[in-house]
């Protein structure tokens, strides 16, 4: 027994292991509406956003404007491939990373009208090279991202979200 407990526990893995990628939980029910959370996994942010149906019919209304408004050119899990870009509409998981060079984007509200111009809905701005994105990580034409920011693979149940783990294949 004395050999067999500090055996077992070697074959968990090290904190460094878990923050090289092993899923991250979070407590949604501290998230309030409108309200963005920043977790860390992998070593990068990830952006847990809890969307408001205002938030959410800005997404319709900005279609015509984006390079991939239907996802197909992006990364995310097969359960994210719609307009929402998520699971369930009122939750948006997404690497707050530019899909350009790797800055770090930042939230732009809707009233942010004069700053980001007349038409927008809010969304994110990445402050480096200028590339506009929506709530749902939808790249705009003309910027130089060329992609949609990236969603990683997440289960979402009961109030509780575990990004690094794919609800299709447990562990991904």
Not at 28 to 50: N, Q, S, Y
Request: charged residues 25%; neutral net charge; contains cysteine.
């Amino acid at each position: 027994l004395g050999v067999a407990i500090p055996f077992a526990a070697s074959m968990l893995p090290s904190e460094r292991a878990k923050a090289a990628g092993a899923p991250v939980e979070v407590d949604l029910t501290r998230i309030a509406p409108a309200e963005m959370a920043v977790i860390e996994w992998r070593g990068k942010p990830v952006w847990v956003i809890r969307r408001t149906k205002e938030m959410l019919d800005s997404l319709k209304t900005a279609a015509t404007r984006l390079t991939d408004p239907e996802s197909k050119q992006s990364t995310q899990p097969d359960y994210a491939k719609n307009e929402m870009r998520s699971q369930n509409p009122e939750w948006m998981v997404m690497e707050g990373v530019c899909t350009h060079l790797g800055c770090s984007p930042q939230m732009k509200p809707a009233d942010a009208k004069a700053e980001m111009g007349a038409d927008w809905a809010g969304g994110f701005y990445c402050p480096c090279h200028g590339s506009k994105f929506d709530l749902a990580g939808r790249v705009f034409r003309g910027a130089p991202a060329p992609t949609n920011l990236v969603v990683p693979p997440y289960t979402l149940a009961e109030g509780k979200l575990v990004i690094g783990e794919d609800k299709e294949n447990k562990g991904a």
